[in-house]
């Protein structure tokens, strides 16, 4: 009988590596603190990675995020830390994908009643020339621009003499919505 013998050498820094592959995020920084070498091997990108990938599934990241390949432990944390933010720039209203509806019907607003709220379903934009458009019948800006602007720090949007859309976050899609008493704009999933 033929028997063949592999030997295979791992360094501590290996072994690290091979158990902090099992830990979450929050255990792998805190390994991370415990002396240089586990610093070292909590770091490595290749155990970052899969984590982020894991926490950005099904969420509206920041592009800034994604293109950083080379410091997927830094875009973790700072994806997360994004993630509570509840301001919303001008380049971000400029670069998103919008769903438009109507929070009532809103055929029913101009004969004084109130109709049950509209799914989601046209499109919206924000243009970088400071102009809004959008596909909804009915809906003004889709017959001509209206004029939008940040308001509030951030916290809300105005768009023409309309009421201000108020800004805010859901903290299980990271995506943004803008609201006032009859319409909503919600980021397209996967934006």
């Known amino acids: 009988m033929l028997t ?6 791992l360094t501590d820094d290996d072994l690290l590596y091979c158990v ?14 415990v002396c240089t070498q586990w610093c070292r091997a909590a770091s490595a990108n290749d ?20 293109a950083d390949p080379d410091r997927p432990r830094r875009s973790y944390f700072a994806s997360l830390e994004d993630s509570r933010r509840c301001a919303i720039s001008a380049a ?39 102009t ?13 621009a209206l004029r939008w602007s ?3 720090g951030g916290h809300g949007v105005k768009v023409g003499a309309y009421p ?3 800004v805010t976050r859901d903290p299980t899609s990271w995506g943004w919505s803008l609201t006032n008493r009859f319409v909503q704009l919600s980021t397209a999933h996967g934006a």
């Open 47 to 66: 155990l970052w990675t899969p984590l982020c990938t894991t926490l950005w599934e099904g969420r509206l990241v920041p592009r800034r995020f994604l």
């Open 150 to 152: 940040i308001a509030a």
């Open 132 to 144: 809004f458009v959008s596909s909804v019948v009915g809906a003004p800006s889709s017959v001509r």
């Open 164 to 166: 201000t859309l108020v």
């Open 4 to 9: 063949t013998s592999v030997e295979t050498t």
């Open 92 to 130: 971000e209203l400029v670069h998103l994908e919008w769903r438009f509806s109507f929070v009532t019907d809103h055929r029913r607003l101009f004969e004084g009643g109130v109709g049950e709220p509209q799914p989601p379903g046209e499109t919206a934009s924000f243009r970088p020339d400071s």
């Open 20 to 33: 902090f592959s099992f830990l979450q995020a929050r255990d792998l920084s805190v390994s991370a603190a």
